[in-house]
């Protein structure tokens, strides 16, 4: 029987070394940190997300969350990021089908349900929650990302023939998602009545995008 404690057995376990121990402990304080803002925007709004309100919440210093972030922005950018990850997710969960047409359809109730479950993280991403927060490059491939899904259906049905027009892909994915954020910007601006009336506009002004997508003259 092997002695576990022997010297032969401690020389096969793998030791970080301090710096990899440090670089541990920093993305586990960044996550914790992350976390505790996503809490407080999740709620009460991304107008509470505050470094002072988020190093309350984990019982640490502000000058803490400003050595691991530099400002508040750089803490929206985490938040950012993890809201790509929810909406990928949302898009990722639509039902399947092979009609294209009918899966954008899906896909875009899909991004209506993200702005309701998440509309924190929505008016934060989208809504411009945080008026000195400007997405970077990253943030900004992480919405490209989530919204994979979205550039596959619409390049397959023009690959196919079925969306024709002067547009290549990406302009026609702005113009359809563009067009969505209006009518929900319009509804948390409360200008659209209730829930249910700003989900039948909403509805409406989809099957429209969809259906002109689709049509013989192209959109």
Known sequence: M??????????????????????QNTENLR??????????????????VTVRKVAQKVD???????SLFVNKEGLAQQLYLDGCKLLANELEGTPHTDDPAQQLLHLGEAFWQFGQRYSSYYKLMFGGAF???KPDE??????????RQLLTVIGNAQEQGLITGPHDTETVVRIFWASLHGVIHLYMGGH??????????YKQTLSLIVGSLFSSRGF
Not at 10 to 17: F, G, H, Q, S, V
Not at 33 to 41: G, K
Not at 192 to 201: E, M, S, T, Y
Request: charged share 20%.
């Open 2 to 23: 092997t002695d576990q404690n022997s010297p032969s057995a401690a020389n096969t376990r793998k030791l970080k070394t301090y710096q990899e121990a440090r670089l």
């Open 31 to 48: 996550k914790l940190v992350v976390d505790a803002a996503a809490t407080i925007l999740h709620d009460e709004g991304p107008e509470a």
């Open 192 to 201: 659209l009545g209730d829930v249910q009336a700003a989900h039948a506009v």
């Open 131 to 133: 008026a000195d927060f």
């Open 138 to 147: 990253e943030s900004m491939n992480g919405t490209v990302t989530a919204m």
């Open 60 to 66: 640490c210093s502000t000058k803490i969350i400003y």
